[in-house]
C-alpha cells in the first residue's frame, strides 16, 4: 500500500460559498489521482490558480473535498491531523518570537517542548545553516533566511510528510537554487515524504523523484512524470540532456511547447 | 551620543518654538492687545511662575481622573473586544449597539453623569472611561480580527484549541493595535476629564481654567492650557514607554499592505 494516496478527489467551490455576486459553482480541481510512497518527493506543477494550492490543503485537512478519497499512511483524511509540516508561501514567523521560539512554536502547541524538543530545534536550525541566530528575531532576517526557519518549523515535530506551497516562489533565483539544494539534504536527512507545489518547471524537475502536471481550470492532472535522475543531485544536473528532456516533456504537457517525436519516447 | 541628526532632532523643533513666541510676541505688542484679550507670552510664563503651586496641585487631580479612566477603559474595554471576536453571538448581539453608542457626543452625557455620580472625582473618572473605552474596544477587535491566515492554519494543522490559538497567536498578534488603540484613547480620556471639570466641579485644572475666564485672569487661563498640554504629553508619554517596554516582545511595526 502506498504511504499517501489521492483517489478521484475533487473540489468544487459553489456559487452561494464564493460570495461576491458569483452565480456559477467553480470547478477547482476535478478528479485528481495520485500515489506517493514514504520518503517520495512529488512536485505538483501548473499554472497560477489551478487548484494545485487547494490538493495540497485538501490532503493537509484544512480544506474539505468536494468528492473523492485521500488516505495519508493508512488513514482517511477528514480534518488535520498534525502529522505533517506545513510550509507556506510567505515565511509567517510570528514576530514576537525568536528564531528558536518559531521553531518551537509547533512543540508549545503539542505541549511537547522539552529539553529533547530544543536540541532538535537547534539541530534543524544548523542543517540550514542558522545555529547562530536561534535568538535572532525574524525581522532581523532575510527573506530566504525567514523561509528557513519556517522550514525548520515545518519539520520540529519530526512529521513524515512535508507540505509545501510554492515555498520558494518570492526568493531570487540564486537563492531559490541555494534552498533547492537545502531541502533535498533536509529530505535525505528526515527520510520525509514531500508534495512540492511550484510554478517553476525546473525547480519542479529538480526537485522531484515524480512531478504531477496539472491543466489550467478545472484543473486536472494531465500528465504524472517519472524524473530518471539520481540523487543526489548537484545544480550540474541542470545541464544535462535528462534534465533538459524531463523540462520539455512536463512543457509538453503544460501546452507550451508542442509534442514532437522526442516527448513521445519516454 | 550627540550626533549630527540628534543636533537637528532637538535643535529645529527648538527653533520653531520660539519663531511661532516671537510672532506671538509680536501681535500682542503690533495690535497693544490687552493682557485680558489675548497675554503676552511673557505674561503667560509670569503666570505660570505665579501660579506654579495650584497647577501641579490642579493638574494631579486631572491626571488622576485621566489615567483611573484610562485604566478602566483598558480593563473593561480588552476583554469586551475578546469577547465580541471570539463570539459570533456575542458580536451580532453587543457590537451594533456598541458602535451606534460610540455615534453619541459623549459630552452630552456629562451632565447626566453628574447627576448620577456628584461632583467628585467619579463622574470625571467616568466620562474619562466613556471617551477612552471606545477606541480600545474597536481597535482591539480589529487586531483579534486581522490575525494572518497562514498562522492561524498552522494552529489548525497542529490541531491547536481555541485557546491556544487565542494565548499563542492572536492575542500576541493584535497587540500592536491594541496600543494604537490605547493612544488614542489616553489623549481623550484627557478631554473626557477636563469635560468632566468644565460640567461640574471643584478642583481640576478645567475648573481652573474656568474660574480664571470668568475672573478675566487670561495669563492664568493661559497657563492652565498650558499645564494641560503638558498633562495629555505625560499621559500619551507613558503608554509610549509602555509600548516600548514591551517591545523586545512586540512585533516590529507590520508592513504596510
Known amino acids: 500500500m502506498p504511504f499517501g494516496s489521492v483517489q478521484g478527489a475533487r473540489k468544487i467551490f459553489l456559487a452561494k460559498e464564493r460570495g461576491g455576486g ?78 528558536l521560539q518559531n521553531v518551537l512554536f509547533p512543540m508549545d502547541v503539542l505541549k511537547r517542548n522539552d529539553a529533547a524538543a530544543r536540541n532538535r530545534a537547534h539541530e534543524l536550525l544548523a542543517l540550514v545553516g542558522l545555529a547562530d541566530f536561534a535568538s535572532s528575531r525574524p525581522h532581523q532576517l532575510s527573506g530566504g533566511m525567514q523561509q528557513r526557519v519556517a522550514l525548520c518549523r515545518a519539520l520540529i515535530h519530526a512529521p513524515k510528510l512535508l507540505l509545501m506551497d510554492e515555498p520558494f516562489g518570492a526568493l531570487d533565483e540564486l537563492t531559490r537554487l541555494e ?26 524537475v529538480y526537485l522531484a ?17 517519472t524524473v530518471n535522475l539520481a540523487y543526489p543531485r548537484s545544480q550540474a544536473v541542470r545541464f544535462t540532456p535528462e534534465f533538459t528532456l524531463a523540462k520539455r516533456l512536463a512543457s509538453e504537457a503544460l501546452g507550451i511547447v508542442a509534442p514532437t517525436a522526442a516527448g513521445g519516447a519516454h | 551620543m550627540i550626533t549630527r541628526n540628534n543636533i537637528e532632532r532637538i535643535a529645529y ?38 501660579y506654579w503651586p495650584a497647577l501641579v496641585t490642579e493638574g494631579w487631580v486631572t491626571m488622576k481622573a485621566t489615567l483611573y479612566g484610562f485604566a478602566l477603559a483598558l480593563l473593561l474595554g480588552i476583554p469586551i473586544a475578546v469577547a465580541v471576536s471570539m463570539s459570533r453571538w456575542v458580536n451580532l448581539m453587543f457590537y451594533p449597539p456598541l458602535v451606534a453608542l460610540q455615534s453619541v457626543p459623549k459630552v452630552a452625557l456629562a451632565p447626566i453623569l453628574l447627576v448620577w455620580l456628584g461632583t467628585g472625582i467619579e463622574s470625571k473618572l467616568a466620562i474619562a472611561w466613556l471617551v477612552a473605552f471606545f477606541p480600545i474596544v474597536v481597535d482591539t477587535a480589529a487586531g483579534l480580527q486581522s490575525t494572518p491566515r497562514d498562522l492561524l492554519e498552522l494552529g489548525r494543522s ?83 514607554v509602555a509600548e516600548r517596554a514591551l517591545s523586545g516582545w512586540l512585533p516590529p511595526p507590520l508592513p504596510k499592505h
Open chain 2, 13 to 50: 523643533p527648538l527653533i520653531g518654538v520660539v519663531l511661532v513666541l516671537a510672532l506671538w510676541q509680536l501681535v500682542c505688542v503690533a495690535w497693544k492687545m490687552p493682557e485680558s484679550v489675548l497675554p503676552t507670552p511673557m505674561n503667560v510664563a509670569l503666570a505660570i511662575g505665579k
Open chain 2, 158 to 240: 497542529l490541531k491547536a484549541t481555541r485557546w491556544q490559538v487565542f494565548s499563542m497567536v492572536q492575542f500576541p498578534a493584535a497587540l500592536p493595535y491594541v496600543f494604537t488603540g490605547a493612544k488614542v484613547a489616553v489623549t481623550l480620556a484627557v478631554i473626557g476629564a477636563v469635560i468632566g471639570e468644565f460640567v461640574g466641579s471643584s478642583d481640576g485644572l478645567g475648573f481652573l481654567l474656568l474660574s480664571a475666564t470668568s475672573q478675566i485672569n487670561t495669563s492664568l487661563a493661559f497657563a492652565a492650557l498650558f499645564a494641560l498640554s503638558v498633562l495629555g504629553t505625560i499621559a500619551y508619554l507613558l503608554v509610549v
Open chain 1, 22 to 99: 458569483a452565480h456559477e459553482d467553480l470547478v477547482a480541481l476535478d478528479d485528481a489521482s495520485f500515489d506517493f510512497e514514504a520518503g517520495e518527493f512529488v512536485s505538483l506543477l501548473g499554472p497560477s490558480g489551478c487548484g494545485k494550492t487547494t490538493l495540497l490543503r485538501m490532503v493537509a485537512g484544512l480544506m474539505p473535498r468536494s468528492g473523492g478519497s485521500i488516505m495519508v499512511n493508512g488513514k482517511d483524511v477528514d480534518g488535520p491531523y498534525g502529522d505533517y509540516g506545513f510550509v507556506f508561501q510567505a515565511p509567517s514567523l510570528m514576530p514576537w518570537r525568536t528564531v
Open chain 1, 179 to 204: 534552498m533547492n539544494d537545502l531541502l533535498l539534504n533536509i529530505r535525505k536527512e528526515t527520510g520525509a515524504s514531500v508534495l512540492f507545489v511550484t510554478h517553476s518547471i525546473s525547480e519542479a
Open chain 1, 209 to 225: 523523484d515524480k512531478v504531477l502536471v496539472f491543466s489550467r481550470r478545472p484543473a486536472r492532472i494531465v500528465e504524472q512524470l
